[in-house]
């Protein structure tokens, strides 16, 4: 198999460079940086989510890096450019633990001369990642912005259980089963892509890869007229329900069917300024060719459990290093795991410093509202 080569300079904007480093935790990591022509700059480490690529902060790295950071944005193990991942449904999930993404982290910075970053930044499923790279190491990663996807700290120990046995009740239904006997049967998203089926239904839809990432993209982001989230009182059927069906589906249907219903026409692909055709097309080339396992196997990851015990060594740690929260204020992520968002902002995270919702923007924020997503990135660096 030939070696990946770097993306070419005509999909990037000026100033922003793509390479390679080897031998980081078994991967070949693929990167986007920018501000790397001086010496010695404090680091910023950018993590990015579901589905997309380091080339999702494409829009933010300039201006960090003119504000006099090393701006360094990886694909993330699982993702485009960067290999050495198994991206088997019946592979290696281990190798996909947060802990281990932590690893990664760790060995790409050090491999690029830093003993610390000045923040690590997460947004969707990089937003946990970016949580544990600060709680576990922050003499490392000495500031964190969550975007997009509240975390609610490790998972707790049982608590003084030898002295007060818990009642034995008998078990309820899964919420799960009560999703599917709702009126109008629903899945949760989460749960599906953890399924065998969810990687061929994006990857071989009838309406192909650019097409289903186009719907994608359009149905979760502000311009999706329809996305106006609001708290949801508890983790039960009746509520999760009211989300959309890219979070709460339809029983019957795979996510590329589900989006599908929402393709924007073709005036709104033309008039989308914060992501047009040609930008859509770098997503589109790199999921055609690698589908969308890599990053699914992050969702099997906590799902099926596969690194709960070993997190649980930090139950009961706050991430105590300054930290901030950005979000669309169109985005039902802020909301999707009821309680979470409360839980950051008053327990987790001992130093934050503000929490942002942005106006004009849903969940793809660094995207769609750009210019001010670097601004309170830039506030929130020189603050430190």
Not at 126 to 146: E, H, I, Q, T
Not at 209 to 221: E, G
Request: overall charge negative; aromatic content about 10%; hydrophobic content about 40%.
């Amino acid at each position: 198999m030939n070696e990946m080569m770097p993306l070419e300079n005509a999909v990037l904007p000026p100033g922003i460079r793509s390479r390679f480093v080897s031998d980081i935790n078994g991967l070949r990591i693929h990167m986007l940086e920018a501000g790397f022509e001086v010496q010695d700059r404090p680091c910023v480490l950018l993590l990015h989510g579901f589905p997309e690529l380091a080339y999702s902060w494409r829009k933010v790295m300039l201006p960090l890096a003119a504000a006099g950071f090393h701006v360094v944005a990886p694909d993330l193990r699982g993702y485009g450019r960067t290999t050495g991942w198994d991206g088997d449904y019946d592979g290696d999930l281990g190798s996909f633990r947060l802990l281990n993404a932590v690893r990664d982290a760790i060995g790409l910075i050090s491999a690029l001369g830093h003993r610390s970053v000045a923040a690590v930044v997460g947004h969707d499923f990089g937003s946990p990642v970016a949580a544990w790279c600060a709680l576990v190491r922050p003499d490392v990663f000495r500031s964190v912005a969550l975007m997009s996807a509240p975390v609610a700290g490790p998972p707790v120990l049982p608590f003084d259980t030898a002295n007060n046995p818990p009642q034995q009740g008998s078990p309820g239904a899964s919420i799960h089963e009560e999703l599917a006997k709702l009126d109008r049967p629903r899945k949760h998203y989460q749960w599906y892509y953890s399924t065998r089926q969810a990687n061929a239904d994006m990857r071989d839809c009838p309406q192909g890869v650019h097409a289903f990432l186009r719907s994608y993209y359009h149905h979760k982001s502000a311009d999706w007229k329809q996305n106006r989230p609001f708290r949801l009182k508890s983790w039960t059927a009746e509520e999760l329900a009211k989300m959309p069906t890219y979070y709460i589906m339809d029983l019957d249907k795979g996510m590329a069917a589900t989006v599908a219903e929402e393709m924007p026409s073709a005036s709104q692909i033309a008039a989308c300024r914060w992501l047009p055709d040609s930008e859509l097309s770098v997503y589109s080339a790199e999921y055609e060719r690698t589908g969308f396992q890599g990053g699914l196997q992050w969702y099997r990851r906590g799902t099926e459990g596969i690194d709960t015990a070993e997190l649980q060594l930090f139950s009961g740690r706050t991430i105590d290093v300054p930290s901030i929260f950005i979000a669309g204020k169109q985005d039902w992520g802020t909301y999707q795991r009821p309680g979470n968002f409360e839980r950051m902002r008053e327990s987790v995270c001992t130093r934050m410093l503000g929490c942002h919702l942005i106006e004009g923007a849903g969940h793809w924020v660094q995207q769609e509202q750009a210019d001010r997503v670097s601004e309170l990135l830039i506030e929130f660096l020189q603050g430190q």
